[in-house]
């Protein structure tokens, strides 16, 4: 089957500035991109005025089960222009779990990938099996996470890996790489790998080294001890010699505003200069989304997270809690302390009578339902919640977000996470025609050309998808169509649950997979594998 777009306003992904030109697809691939294409063509779709571009690559949405549960799957990612995306991130995912572990991990990991619920997985083999098995209006790639390799191996136990437990840890890693994961992702800030040493991580991660797969980093703290988390994970990819992407770059804390972020720049760029292969991702946001447990300090925390919730769930825990996360602690970004609980917004909850608390922030809830200290309230919530609480936290500044979005190496994500929830991240629903809108066309903080390549060449060569991100001949047909007029992201703190507009057509394989505000029902995605195969 042959499709012709006509005279649209082309950028085809590489940075390149904008021409007018025809779109010829054919059979799932681009055939040509030139001038006045008069070839005949099964559909043409008149494109005059409207920008053309590739499909935009999201590499880093937390949407790992949401294909085998969501029956609307999709509708947030293609009214946004996203042909991929790429799960995994962050050390967190829905494999490798063995069954005596998933009880405790389906709640770990709630707030994150939403309700796990018989679709946790004892092998990446049997993921990959059902990801692929399910229909799919968009593609996806899959990233081996080691924070699930080591619940796997060893729970959530803060003790060192043994020589046994290493071994059984590499043969995970290797074995998603066998299936063909594009790289391999963990997250430094959560249990249990905030117990993870660097010789640890190192040692882990090495089979994607061999396999010439990209690591992408959760670090460790992202305000006062940014630089110092920064620094760590560049010694983890050098020392395993794995290309290193920094997840969500970002600097945290009010009194870091302005100076840390530059300084970490100035360490990423002496590792470049190095020749280390070291990148970053951001979204365009100044406020992040995350679980409550990661308000937990780690000298609160216990063996498993029923064991934390049990102990905040007694006065004891409570006043422990309260008076450890009232002081810095070396290793550890402290938000409350930080950015205080006046900045911290209650995103979701699991009980339906905790509910109305959505879009309110941690300080005035905790006063108005009569607490002498936030942290009392927000121990008391993670018990009573058995820690199913999402949060927002408004821990940046939009100058320190604006010049991470500058740098040549950094790449746009989402970080969507589908815990569900009255109020998510507006990222869910509008990072990337945020991203055009705000940073491109009204603040022009970047060249429009550059705002698309952050969001598919760029994104596409880092994971290795050779034929994705770019518009020419022989590449794959994941193709945008937008109306500069209208596009806009709807979705914002308060009323988060909100389609963008203005993405006016997406075709994924050369398929309509969305148009004029809804879903086809065409499921042309396929899963990516690293080799360039799709299942």
């Known amino acids: 089957m042959r499709t012709l777009i006509k005279g649209g306003r082309i950028i085809d992904g590489t940075g390149r500035a904008e021409r007018q030109r025809d779109v010829l697809i054919r059979d799932g691939s681009i055939e040509a991109v030139e001038p006045n294409i008069s070839a005949r063509a099964d559909e043409i779709v008149e494109a005059s005025g409207k920008i053309v571009c590739p499909g935009f690559v999201d590499m880093h949405r937390h949407c790992d089960v949401a294909p085998m549960r969501d029956g609307d799957f999709g509708m947030a990612e293609l009214s946004q222009g996203i042909t991929f995306a790429a799960v995994g991130n962050c050390g967190i995912a829905c494999a490798p779990i063995p069954e005596k572990m998933q009880d405790s991990y389906r709640s ?5 990938l939403g309700d796990t619920d018989g679709c946790l997985y004892p092998t990446f083999e049997a993921y990959f099996s059902a990801l692929s098995a399910t229909p799919k209006p ?20 803060p003790s060192p890996y043994t020589p046994g437990e290493l071994q059984s840890a590499q043969a995970l890693v290797a074995s998603a790489m066998d299936q063909g994961a594009l790289g391999v992702t963990l997250g430094f800030m959560y249990q249990p790998e905030c117990y993870t040493t660097e010789r640890e991580q190192a040692a882990v991660i090495a089979p994607a080294a061999r396999a010439g797969r990209i690591l992408t980093t959760h670090i460790r703290g992202e305000g006062d001890s940014l630089v110092k988390s920064v620094d760590e994970v560049i010694r ?9 992407q920094i997840s969500h770059f970002k600097c945290t804390g009010i009194r ?18 190095r020749g280390q292969k070291v990148t970053v991702d951001f979204y365009p946001y ?8 990661s308000l937990i300090p780690p000298d609160i925390l216990r063996d498993t997270n029923e064991e ?17 996360v009232s002081r810095a602690h070396p290793d550890w970004d402290n938000m409350a302390l930080s950015i205080g609980w006046d900045r911290i917004l209650i995103a ?14 941690m300080e005035s809830l905790s006063r108005r339902l009569g607490y002498a200290h936030p942290a009392l309230f927000a121990a008391e919530l993670m018990a009573r919640e058995n820690g199913l609480v999402g949060i927002i936290v408004m821990s940046m500044d939009d100058h320190d977000v604006d010049a991470v979005a500058r740098l040549p190496y950094s790449v746009l994500i989402s970080d969507a996470l589908y815990g569900g929830g009255d109020n998510p991240h507006p990222r869910l629903y509008g990072a990337f025609p945020h991203f055009i809108r705000d940073f491109a066309l009204n603040r022009r903080i970047l060249p429009l050309e550059t705002a698309v390549m952050k969001m598919t060449m760029l994104p596409a060569r880092a994971l290795g998808l050779g034929k994705k991100g770019i518009l020419a001949p022989g590449m794959d047909a994941d193709v945008c169509i937008i109306n500069e007029s209208t596009l806009t992201d709807k979705a914002d703190y308060a009323r988060s649950r909100v389609l963008s507009q203005g993405v006016e057509r997406v075709l994924v394989a050369g398929k309509t997979a969305w148009k004029d505000g809804q879903m086809t029902g065409d499921m042309a995605g396929r899963v990516c ?4 195969k799709e299942i």
Do not use: C
Request: net charge negative.
């Open 108 to 112: 770990f990991s709630l707030p994150v």
């Open 138 to 157: 968009i593609h996806m790639g899959v990233m081996a996470a080691t924070g699930a390799v080591k619940v796997a191996v060893k729970g959530f136990s």
């Open 236 to 244: 983890v990819a050098d020392t395993a010699g794995v290309p290193l």
């Open 256 to 273: 870091n505003w302005g100076r840390g972020i530059y300084e970490a720049m100035e360490h990423i760029e002496a590792a470049r200069a």
């Open 286 to 293: 100044s406020g992040g989304s995350t679980t409550i447990f």
């Open 308 to 324: 934390t919730l049990h102990y905040l769930s007694t006065k004891e825990g409570r006043e422990a809690f309260r008076l450890s």
């Open 348 to 361: 979701s909850t699991h009980h339906q009578e905790d509910r109305w608390m959505s879009g309110q922030d």
């Open 529 to 532: 594998l690293a080799d360039g």
